[in-house]
C-alpha cells in the first residue's frame, strides 16, 4: 500500500512540475515575443539546467540571440558526444559557426555530415528536415542529393527537392526535377504545369524550359510526355499554331482517336484562337467514324467554334455561308429532333442576324420549338429568339406575343425576367415609354445582376429624356436609332443618330448618342473612332449613367483589340477608384491585377 501511495505522489509532484515548466516556457515565449530576449534567456536557462535535454532548442536558440556562442559551442558538443547519432546537434554545431561568422568551419562541420551521411532513407528525410528547421535549404538539399546516390535511386526525395527548390526560387532546379520526374510518373503532369504556372516570370524562363524539352526530345523521342508539355508551353505562349502542330503529332503517334485534340481545341477556342481549334476539330472529324468517342461531339463543337468566331467578329462572307452549310450538314446527317434543337437555334440566328433571312430564321424556330422532345429551357430561348427575329421583321405584335409566353412559363427565373426585359425594350423601340418604364421598375429587383443593370440603364435613360421633353420625340428617334442597331444595320443607325440633334436641338442625349455609336463603331470593327466617343463619354459625362461603362469599354478595348496594356490598366483602375459600385468592379478589379503581374492563386 505505502508503494502505491509513493507512486501516486511522484505522479502527483511530476504533473505539478511539468504544468509549471509548460506555464514558464510560455512566459518566456511571450518575452520573447515581446522582443525581451533577456527574460526568455533567464527562464530557458532555468529549464535547461533543470530537465537539460528537453529545453537545449530553446535554450542554444536564445544563446545565439544573445550571441552568447561560446556557452551555445559548449553545451552542443557535450550533448553531441553523448549522442553522436543524433544528427540535430551536428546541425546546431554548425548553425552556431555559421551565426559567428566562421561560414568555413560550419561548411566543414556540414559537409563532413554529407560524407558519413549513413544509407537510411528515413534518417536522411530527418537530417534534411533538420537543415530546413535551421534555415539553411542549401545544405537540406545536398543532404537529399547525397541520399539519392546512396540509395541508388534518382527519383527519391522530388517532392522534396522541387519544395527546396521553390523555396529558393532556383527554377531551372525545379524544372530539371520535374522533366526527371514526369516519364515514370506521368499522373504528375498537371502539378507540374501549374507550378511551372506559379514560378515562371518571362519569355526566358518558358524559352528555357523549351531549350531543356528539345534537347530531351532529341534524346528520347519514344518519352511522349516531353510532347505534351512543349504543347503546353506554346499554349502558354500563345504559340497556337505550334500547339495544334505538336498536338496533331503526338495524337498521330498514340492513336488515340483524337482524345488530346479535342481537349486542345476547347481551350483554343476559349483563348481566341478559333482558326486553329476548328483545325483541330477538322482533323478529329476527316480522320474518325460516327462510331468513334469524340467524331460527334467534335462535330458539335466545330460549329460552335464558328460560330463563337462569327460573334467576335472574325469572318468573311464566305465563313457565313460555309457555317450555314455545316449546320444543314449536321440536321441532314442527324436529323432534326430535341438532340439537334439547338443546332436549329444557332442556325436560326445566323439567317437572321448575319444574313437577314428572317423567314427562313422563323420557320427553323418555329419547328425547334414544336418538337415533342425538346427541353423546355431550349424551347423557352427558342421563343426568345423567335421573339427577336420577329421584330427584325417589322412584327411587333408577334414578338410580344412569344415573349409573354416565355414570361408567363418561367415566372421568377432569369429566362423569364429576360421575356421580361425583352417585351419592355420592345416598347421603348415602338416609342410607348411609360408601359415600357412601368415594366423596367419591376425589373430593378431582378435575380439576374445583367438585366437589372440594363433595365436601371434603360428606365434612367426615359426618366433623364422626358422629364423636360414631355413628347419624348427625340427619344423616339434614338430609340429607332437603337433598333437600326439590333438589327445590325449600322449605316441606317448612323444615319438617325446624326438626325436627332439637327432635328431636336439641345436634347438631352448627348452622352446615349455617342454610346449608341461607339457600339455601332465597336460592331464594325474601328476601335479607333470607338475609343473617340467612349473618352468623350468618360471626360465630359462622368457623371451620367453611361461613365463607368464607357471606361469600363475603353480598358477592354486596349487591353484586348489596340494592345496597349498600360492604358488598359488605367482605365480598369479607374473602375475601382471611381466607380466602387459599378457592376465591372470585379471584372475590372480581376483584369487590373493580371495586367499589373500579380500571380493567380495556385496550390501546387
Same mark, same amino acid.
Given at each position: ?25 510560455? %512566459?518566456?515565449?511571450? *518575452?520573447?515575443?515581446? /522582443?525581451?530576449? +533577456? !527574460? &526568455?534567456?533567464?527562464? @530557458?536557462?532555468? =529549464?535547461? #539546467? ?42 546546431? %554545431?554548425?548553425?552556431? *559557426?555559421?551565426?559567428? /561568422?566562421?561560414? +568555413? !568551419? &560550419?561548411?566543414?562541420? @556540414?559537409?563532413? =555530415?554529407? #560524407? ?54 532556383? !527554377? ?6 520535374? =522533366? ?425
Amino acid at each position: 500500500m505505502k508503494r502505491y501511495l509513493v507512486l501516486i505522489a511522484i505522479c502527483l509532484f511530476a504533473n505539478i512540475r511539468a504544468r509549471a515548466q509548460n506555464g514558464e516556457l510560455q %512566459l518566456a515565449q511571450q *518575452y520573447k515575443l515581446n /522582443g525581451d530576449e +533577456q !527574460k &526568455a534567456f533567464d527562464i @530557458y536557462q532555468k =529549464l535547461y #539546467k533543470q530537465d537539460n535535454e528537453n529545453y537545449f532548442s530553446y535554450y542554444v536558440n536564445s544563446l545565439i540571440s544573445l550571441k552568447k556562442f561560446d556557452e551555445a559551442e559548449s553545451i552542443t558538443k557535450k550533448l553531441l558526444k553523448r549522442h553522436p547519432a543524433d544528427y540535430q546537434y551536428t546541425v546546431t %554545431l554548425g548553425r552556431i *559557426y555559421r551565426e559567428q /561568422g566562421n561560414s +568555413q !568551419k &560550419a561548411d566543414e562541420v @556540414y559537409d563532413n =555530415l554529407v #560524407k558519413n551521411l549513413p544509407p537510411d532513407q528515413a534518417l536522411i528525410t530527418s537530417l534534411a528536415a533538420e537543415f530546413y528547421q535551421a534555415e539553411n535549404a542549401d545544405y537540406a538539399i545536398k543532404i537529399f542529393l547525397q541520399g539519392r546516390k546512396l540509395l541508388h535511386n534518382d527519383q527519391l526525395y522530388t517532392m522534396e527537392l522541387i519544395s527546396l527548390y521553390r523555396y529558393k526560387r532556383d !527554377k531551372m532546379a525545379i524544372t530539371n526535377e520535374y =522533366l526527371n520526374f514526369l516519364p515514370a510518373n506521368p499522373g504528375y503532369l498537371n502539378q507540374a504545369e501549374n507550378t511551372f504556372a506559379t514560378v515562371y516570370e518571362g519569355d526566358a524562363d518558358y524559352n528555357q524550359l523549351r531549350f531543356e524539352l528539345l534537347k530531351r526530345i532529341q534524346k528520347q523521342p519514344e518519352v511522349t510526355i516531353y510532347a505534351d508539355i512543349l504543347t503546353w508551353m506554346y499554349m502558354q505562349q500563345k504559340e497556337y499554331d505550334q500547339a495544334l502542330n505538336q498536338a496533331l503529332a503526338l495524337s498521330r503517334r498514340r492513336d488515340d482517336k483524337g482524345s488530346s485534340i479535342y481537349e486542345l481545341c476547347r481551350t483554343l477556342s476559349n483563348n481566341g484562337a478559333y482558326d486553329e481549334a476548328i483545325r483541330g476539330y477538322n482533323f478529329i472529324i476527316e480522320k474518325g467514324t460516327k462510331e468513334d468517342p469524340y467524331y460527334i461531339p467534335a462535330k458539335i463543337d466545330l460549329l460552335d467554334v464558328k460560330n463563337q468566331k462569327i460573334t467576335a467578329g472574325k469572318y468573311t462572307d464566305a465563313d457565313l455561308f460555309g457555317l450555314e452549310q455545316d449546320y444543314l450538314s449536321l440536321l441532314n446527317e442527324f436529323g432534326r429532333n430535341g438532340s439537334t434543337a439547338f443546332a436549329m437555334q444557332r442556325l436560326a440566328n445566323l439567317q437572321a442576324f448575319k444574313l437577314h433571312k428572317y423567314k427562313e430564321a422563323q420557320k427553323l424556330l418555329q419547328d425547334a420549338i414544336a418538337l415533342p422532345n425538346i427541353r423546355p429551357a431550349l424551347q423557352s430561348s427558342c421563343k426568345l429568339d423567335l421573339g427577336d427575329i420577329y421584330l427584325m421583321d417589322n412584327q411587333p405584335w408577334e414578338a410580344t406575343l412569344v415573349y409573354s409566353q416565355v414570361e408567363k412559363a418561367n415566372p421568377g427565373t432569369p429566362i423569364g425576367q429576360d421575356a421580361t426585359f425583352r417585351n419592355a425594350k420592345l416598347a421603348y423601340y415602338t416609342g410607348d415609354f411609360t408601359w415600357a418604364k412601368g415594366q423596367l421598375n419591376v425589373l430593378k429587383a431582378a435575380t439576374s445582376q445583367l438585366i437589372a443593370n440594363d433595365a436601371l440603364n434603360l428606365s434612367l435613360m426615359i426618366t433623364d429624356n422626358t422629364t423636360f421633353d414631355t413628347t419624348g420625340n427625340a427619344l423616339r428617334m434614338y430609340a429607332r436609332a437603337d433598333l437600326w442597331i439590333f438589327k445590325e444595320q449600322p449605316q441606317k443607325a448612323l444615319m438617325t443618330l446624326d438626325s436627332i440633334d439637327k432635328k431636336y436641338p439641345g436634347n438631352s442625349l448627348t452622352d446615349d448618342i455617342l454610346m449608341a455609336k461607339a457600339r455601332i463603331y465597336i460592331q464594325q470593327k474601328d476601335y479607333q473612332t470607338a475609343v473617340l466617343s467612349l473618352k468623350q463619354i468618360a471626360e465630359a459625362h462622368r457623371f451620367d449613367i453611361w461613365a463607368d461603362d464607357a471606361v469600363y469599354m475603353l480598358g477592354d478595348i486596349y487591353e484586348n483589340q489596340l494592345n496597349d496594356k498600360t492604358l488598359a490598366q488605367s482605365y480598369y483602375q479607374k473602375i475601382i477608384t471611381d466607380y466602387p459600385g459599378s457592376l465591372w468592379i470585379n471584372e475590372a478589379r480581376k483584369r487590373f491585377r493580371l495586367l499589373r503581374g500579380d500571380k493567380p492563386d495556385s496550390s501546387s
